[in-house]
């Protein structure tokens, strides 16, 4: 759908000449991120402990999508939906919403629930079990 649009070069370029920030400035703070919340692998680092409640919502008409995590790390969950976007989910529910919108936001909803109800004795089980699958 939107292959090949997200350019690199030209943002970086469009980062220079529009807001004076260097190339440098740019890795220095990717990298500095990267430190903070563990980078392609947050559920290995981050901080003092790893994270385990992560969330990848992607979409295949998504052009962000290419940049994602696309393979599921330990404790991670990636629903894909099918002709939405990554940003879906945050938007109002209206009538003329396809059915695996519908489904997914429902499904995210129910596991944001589940996490912020989560006791620090059931992290053991998540982490024996595995996180709740999200079908899309």
Known sequence: FTQGL???NA???FCGSDFGISR?????AIGRTNARYGG?????????EAATRIMYVN????PWSALSILSSPALAILPNVSGASHHFWTHPTKPT?????IEARLAIVAQ?????AWEPRERAHVE?????ALSS
């Open 6 to 8: 997200i350019d690199l």
């Open 11 to 13: 943002s970086l370029a």
């Open 24 to 28: 440098g400035a740019i890795a220095d």
């Open 40 to 48: 392609l692998r947050p559920d290995l680092h981050f901080g003092a």
């Open 59 to 62: 979409g295949d008409v998504d």
């Open 97 to 101: 919403d396809q059915k695996s919108v």
């Open 112 to 116: 944001l629930r589940s996490w912020l």
């Open 128 to 132: 024996k079990e595995g996180p709740v």
